[in-house]
Structure formats: C-alpha cells, structure tokens
C-alpha cells in the first residue's frame, strides 16, 4: 500500500485544468488539479465536489456570493451549485468528488477531460 | 456557503481520537481528528478510509507494513484491511469516509465514539 505525498505528485505534471487521479475510495476518487485563469460557468448535476487548497490561493464564484480559498482551506460544492473557479495565480487544488464526476460537470466543451491520467 | 479554514478548526478541540465532523459530500463525511499515543487494531468490513496529515507525524501499522506519514501525505486504508495508527507525538489528520464509519471500526468498545460532534 503505497501513501501519496502531495508535494511530489503536484511536481510531476504542469498542464492546467487537467485534474489526475491520486487515490480511489469508496465511490469517489482524490485528484490533483493546478488552476490558473479563469475556467468556465458550470455545474454538477448529482455529485458534490470538494476543493481543498494545498498552495495558493482559489477564488470560487457562485452566482450569489464570491468564496476566497487560501492555503489549507476547503469548500464543498453542493450539487446543482453553479460555480466558476478563477485562479489570478497559479493554484494547486485537492479534489474530492465522485467517480463519474467530469470536471466541466453540466456542459461538454474542450475543456472536458473524459479519459483522467493515473499518476 | 461556507469555507472551511483546517488550522481554525483544529484550534476549536483537544481530545484526542475523538473525530470532528468539517464537511459532508454525497456519502461521506470529512472530519478532523486529533491523534496522540496508540490507537487499537481494527478494520472497516465495507468501507475504505483515507487519513491525509495536515500537522505532525503519523504511524499507521498494518499486520505486514508500516506506513508513515508525514504532513502534506496521505495514504488510503482499503476496507477489509487492519490498521492501527500511533501517533508518537499529537497529529493533526482530516479523515474522509463514509457517514457509517465508526472510528473503531469492526470494533465496540470504550473507545468507540458514536453521537460525532459537528464543528
């Protein structure tokens, strides 16, 4: 049984917007993700989704409120929830959500990601 | 919609081995928990467990390995599968699991915490 050190993970890849797979249980699976820019208006219609901010700083729109994430912070996404992550910096996230979870969520754009990387 | 800040949180509690509930998400809580001294061998018959520290070191035997962890690192006990975690000094962990967890597992004894708190 191998643990995971985020740290290293987070070193190994570059690409934006891309989340990998880190760990699977249960019915859902832990991913890393590096933000920056502005990603795009959306929602998951069944799956409540996690963000946890390992380095950096995340803001997450909402239609009615602007949420601030520092380092060492989360929220959850309650499904149904529109949202819009913007990273003005480079961000580095810990995902929680369920498997069939895809990350532009109600909308299928080239920004989807279906076939998620294992690292 | 609120954010979750780990360090606040975790500056609201001192007993040890006794997990607070932070967040929920679909079927499984996120919870917080300090750890100091031994706990006691147990498994989980259907659900798998994940213990990222946040602050500290943490041991966590398995009948054929041990695994440490340290801050930034997560490991994902797989169900089924016995596990006892020692913490030499306090650590601070965020567990996820899902909401029938009992934190002794297989296991009903004194250590058992069964009402969680929600802070």
Chains 1, 2 share one sequence.
């Not at 191998?2 to 832990?30: C, H, M, R």
């Not at 602007?66 to 990273?87: N, S, W, Y």
Request: net charge negative.
């Amino acid at each position: 049984m191998d643990k995971v050190n985020l740290a290293q993970k987070f070193s190994t890849f570059n690409d934006f917007w891309s989340p990998k797979i880190v760990g699977e249980l249960n019915d859902s699976y832990v991913k890393l993700v590096k933000f920056q820019g502005e990603f795009v208006w959306h929602h998951h219609e069944t799956e409540d989704e996690l963000f946890l901010v390992i380095k950096g700083n995340l803001l997450i729109k909402l239609r009615d409120q602007d949420i601030f994430l520092e380092e060492g912070e989360f929220v959850i996404i309650p499904r149904g929830v529109e949202h819009l992550p913007i990273a003005k910096d480079e961000v580095h996230v810990l995902l929680l959500e369920p498997k069939t979870t895809l990350n532009t969520g109600n909308l299928g754009n080239e920004r989807t990601v279906l076939d998620l990387e294992r690292i």
